[in-house]
């Protein structure tokens, strides 16, 4: 068939599915998420919405559209997924800033989350939260790694868990540079990292359950709280 002159190919139609956004497409058509329909033979550019033009098309790839999404977007629906705390075939639980969630001022160092820092914790009203489930109960020993300017020594952290908190005071300052871009020709467009400082908070009881496990800072007695990059949980 592929050395035939003009091949008699099936007009299949071909869906593309991208963020909940489905189009579908037949040899000569194009129906776009949107609700417009192009010729792609004589519109390679898809610059014109021709579907009052050809309405028996329209609705053709209309109704595969539908029938498409119906059977298979539910499928793809994101679901509550969440952070597993004290698996156990496993000691510690890493909580890094990439799976966080940021509350109020506080700001990502990259729009990517991975190699991801927190900062501009400007506010004792914001916190930072990961959707959890613990797995087993007991007490764990709390470890931060941490970025903060002299003059910010002297916030109070908080770790919240149901109706267990635990807190502590950062009494070390610690800026160091940010990493890598003396190596790079072009600014990579993902975050630079830095060496945090590990400090322990101390230890929390911790039940089994779901629910948001909160980083706060209570207290900021200079213009930001911390920069924050992982949390550690060690099961005792």
Not at 68 to 94: K, M, N, V, Y
């Amino acid at each position: 068939m592929l050395l035939q002159e003009n091949p008699d190919w099936p007009d299949r139609l071909l869906v593309s599915h991208w963020r909940n956004r489905v189009s579908v497409r037949s040899r000569n058509h194009r129906l776009g998420h949107q609700g417009a329909l192009f010729d792609l033979s004589s519109d390679p550019g898809q610059r014109t919405d021709i579907r009052d033009r050809f309405p028996e098309t329209y609705q053709r790839l209309k109704a595969a559209q539908t029938r498409w999404t119906a059977a298979h977007i539910p499928e793809t629906a994101p679901a509550f997924r969440p952070f597993l705390i004290g698996h156990p075939d496993s000691e510690i639980t890493q909580m890094p800033a990439r799976d966080a969630k940021q509350h109020g001022n506080i700001k990502r160092s990259n729009r990517f989350p991975n190699c991801s820092y927190f900062t501009n914790w400007t506010s004792s009203e914001d916190y930072i939260s990961w959707d959890s489930e613990v797995l087993t109960d007991g007490n764990y020993e709390v470890e931060i790694y941490y970025a903060c300017e002299a003059k910010d020594v002297g916030a109070r952290i908080e770790l919240e868990w149901m109706n267990e908190q635990l807190q502590a005071t950062i009494t070390e300052a610690h800026t160091p540079p940010l990493r890598g871009a003396e190596n790079d020709r072009v600014q990579r467009s993902e975050s630079y990292v830095k060496a945090f400082k590990p400090m322990t908070l101390g230890t929390i009881s911790l039940k089994k359950g779901r629910g948001q496990l909160k980083l706060r800072a209570p207290k900021i007695p200079g213009q930001s709280a911390i920069e924050f990059r992982l949390m550690m949980l060690k099961r005792l």
